[in-house]
């Protein structure tokens, strides 16, 4: 198991709520969270909840992921963008091929992603699914 | 109990995945079905944890996000047996101020939770809490459980009363006794059970009972509701507990739920509460009864007030229409019944 617990537990409101940042001189959004803005370089930045609705722009198939995530083969990834703008690289959840087309309007939801064996945690993040 | 709280959002959620009770037959006796047509399994990247969230979610947004200060989450089905979801849900859904508790009862620690914040808002402990009831039900393979026991979650937010809530929690009972017609010991995977014991001693029993009591304390009967709404181990017991009680097909049939995604056991009557609630009217009373087995009983009338329309609200039953079969092998594969 590669996931360290305190990491993942220092980054849990990112994982799970998407919180991300926001530059409070230029208003550029960032997920995740950075602590200089990219755009002006400022450090006056504040903690921003990401949109939970965004485009799919593209996706891929995993076959043979990560050790983490071999047991849930195939893992579809999706590049999407955030209604702010914001590009996220994220799992798809409930994936059906058929429906991941370019442009699909999809929705963040909270889903496991990986748990440490049978007495270790269990580790949930954001994955994004396709709206109906 | 008499009770002055209100349902302010509610939410539910079912799986998208779905097994036919033919594909379990066909695998362990050569043939046939279950009581039930389907039901509906979780993904290989969902538990309680996640489908709380997801039924939370609808509840608070149609609540419009209150301050909760108490998350109770029914379940036997949690994914630590020391750990609560109550605090892990806290943090996903943002309310660190709040009691965190997980409750137990089988079919019925829901409806517990319910009761629960229920008193408290009436009691004026807190303005505003959240109960679910939620499982990914376990079913022994090869046992008839493995037919109905299904996965879901269902969410309410309560607070007090305001004019316009979605409806008033007016009354409730419960009634519990030792009857051992299911179990599980700790370190079990499935529960046991004692076969046909849980139908006369158990369900038609405390469902009875507590419904009479509800009679009782109250001066209502059959004919003053809209909807009664029982707790669904499968197709037939909620109707047959409600014939019996004196309810007819047409205040019994809006909140069967069973034969599509099978027994959610904690979400059972919750899942069953929102289907009612999403056709109700104003002035409309609902009789709801749980079960849970070792076994008890709660018992609610509810009156409907109204719920503010909202576009991007979509209906129970018209989300239940989208849904995806899956194979014996993939549901085994899923919900870990295969050794690795």
């Known amino acids: ?71 849930y083969a195939p893992i579809y990834l999706g590049l999407i963008r955030l209604d702010n703008g914001v590009n996220v690289i994220s799992m798809i959840a409930d994936a059906d091929e058929e429906k991941l087309k370019a442009g699909a309007r999809v929705q963040a939801t909270v889903r496991k992603w990986t748990e440490d064996g049978k007495g270790g945690l269990v580790y949930y993040g954001y994955k994004f699914r396709v709206l109906q | 109990m ?65 301050k909760i200060q108490a998350i109770l989450v029914g379940s036997e089905s949690k994914p630590y ?128 009972t507590s419904v009479k009591m509800l009679f009782s304390e109250t001066g209502m009967k059959p004919s003053d509701f809209k909807y009664a709404i029982f707790h669904q181990p499968n197709p037939r017991f909620p109707v047959e507990v409600g014939k019996r009680l004196g309810f007819t097909d047409e205040q019994l049939r809006p909140a069967l739920l069973n034969d599509d995604i099978g027994n959610t056991y904690s979400a059972n009557t919750i899942i069953a509460l929102a289907k009612v609630l999403d056709m109700a009217d104003t002035g409309d009373m609902i009789m709801l009864a749980s079960f849970g087995s070792g076994a008890g009983s709660d018992a609610f009338v509810i009156e409907v007030n109204s719920r503010d329309d909202d576009d991007g609200y979509v209906p129970f039953s018209e989300r239940l229409r989208n849904y995806r079969e899956v194979d014996y092998a993939t549901y085994a594969r899923w919900r870990g019944k295969i050794l690795k």
């Not at chain 1, 198991?1 to 991300?20: E, F, L």
């Not at chain 1, 722009?57 to 990560?66: F, G, I, M, R, V």
């Not at chain 2, 050569?30 to 709380?52: C, V, W």
């Not at chain 2, 806290?90 to 319910?114: H, P, Q, R, W």
Request: net charge neutral; with cysteine.
């Open chain 2, 81 to 208: 047996a020391v750990k609560p979801t109550g605090s892990i849900l806290s943090d996903i859904l943002g309310y660190n101020s709040t009691l965190g508790v997980d409750l137990e009862f089988a079919c019925k620690a829901g409806t517990e939770a319910m009761q629960l914040i229920s008193g408290m808002v009436s009691a004026g402990t807190i303005d505003y809490g959240l109960a679910i009831g939620a499982d990914t039900a376990q079913g022994r393979p090869a046992d008839e459980l493995e037919f109905t026991a299904g996965s879901g979650a269902g969410a309410i937010v309560l607070g007090r009363p305001n004019g316009r809530e979605v409806a008033k929690i007016k009354h409730s009972v419960s009634y519990v006794t030792d009857t051992p017609d299911f179990w599980r010991r700790p370190h079990d995977q499935y529960p046991m059970h004692l076969g046909r014991f849980t139908g006369e001693p158990a369900y038609f029993t405390h469902t009875t």
């Open chain 1, 1 to 71: 198991m590669n996931v360290i617990p305190i990491a993942y537990w220092r980054n849990r409101k990112v994982y799970t709520r998407m919180i991300g940042t926001k530059c409070k001189d230029c208003g550029a959004e960032f997920f995740p969270p950075v602590r200089v803005c990219k755009k002006c370089g400022s450090r006056n930045l504040e903690e921003k909840e990401m949109p939970k609705n965004g485009s799919l722009l593209a996706y891929t198939k995993l076959s043979e992921p990560a050790q983490e995530f071999k047991e």
């Open chain 2, 2 to 66: 008499n009770l002055n709280a209100a349902i302010l959002g509610y939410g539910a959620y079912v799986p998208i995945y779905r097994i036919r009770t033919e594909e379990i037959a066909r695998v362990w006796h050569g043939g046939g079905a279950g009581p039930n047509r389907m039901k509906a399994i979780a993904s290989y990247d969902e538990d309680i944890l996640t489908m709380s969230y997801e039924s939370a979610s609808q509840a608070l947004s149609m609540a419009n996000y209150p």
